[in-house]
């Protein structure tokens, strides 16, 4: 089954804490991204990758660090969280053909809660 | 199941109605639209996309909108099922930026009773 899959589905941790939340897909999709998502202010996008060893920052990457070492595989790690880190993460993936099209495939999303 | 947000703009309908859902865009510049549908405890679903040189396009059992005019974007739901429950949010783009500068709203929770 295609898919993209977010791990831990849950987590709540303290301040300061590092933790990495792991994202997979298996649609050799070339394009992946991270959301976050928050009451009243829609998606906002983290960091994306064009490719292997291809990043850039998105709208809101203060705070978090990605790599992407692999096609399938592009973790997003909290160094040092904060409670303000506290949302829903959302991993997204699409071919590159798909550049123009708005066609995301998104991950059931990680509810991180930190203290 | 994962939660989108407390106090979002909620419409609810009874099975087999037609539901329409609003979006108002602010950016003159975008030229692409798309409509996501999140369902509870699951990630946004790509459901359509329509182009500014469109003002109308279908897919199976929806039809968006779009009045370049007023920067209105509209999701026409027809015989609206309980399985459509969910929050539908729209976003917005700018052609050639790619997918990447995409600027998602803030959505709507449908609710639709039997």
């Known amino acids: 089954e295609a898919q993209v899959t977010q791990n831990p589905r849950y987590l709540i941790t303290v301040t300061g804490k590092k933790l990495t939340v792991t994202c997979s897909q298996n649609m050799n999709h070339e394009y992946m991204s991270w959301y976050r998502q928050d009451p009243g202010l829609g998606l906002r996008q983290i960091y994306y990758s064009m490719n292997v060893e291809v990043t850039d920052k998105g709208d809101v990457p203060e705070g978090y660090k990605v790599s992407r070492k692999e096609k399938r595989n592009f973790p997003l790690i909290l160094e040092s969280p904060s409670p303000n880190q506290t949302s829903l993460y959302f991993c997204?993936?699409?071919?590159?053909?798909?550049?123009?099209?708005?066609?995301?495939?998104f991950g059931e999303g990680s509810r991180l809660t930190v203290l | 199941g994962e939660s989108v947000g407390l106090h979002l703009p909620t419409l609810s309908v009874q099975e087999g109605d037609n539901s329409i859902i609003n979006c108002a865009y602010s950016n003159s510049a975008s030229d692409y639209f798309i409509w996501y549908k999140q369902e509870s405890g699951k990630g946004p679903q790509f459901i359509i996309d329509i182009r500014s040189n469109m003002d109308k396009r279908q897919g199976q059992r929806v039809t968006v909108l779009l009045n370049k005019t007023v920067k209105h974007l509209s999701l026409q739901i027809a015989a609206t099922q309980p399985g459509d429950s969910a929050v539908y949010f729209c976003?917005?783009?700018?052609?050639?930026?790619?997918?990447?500068?995409?600027?998602f709203g803030t959505g709507t929770r449908l609710l639709v009773s039997p």
């Open positions: 976003a917005e783009n700018i052609e050639n930026t790619g997918f990447q500068k995409l600027v």
């Open positions: 997204a993936s699409t071919y590159l053909q798909l550049a123009n099209t708005g066609e995301l495939f």
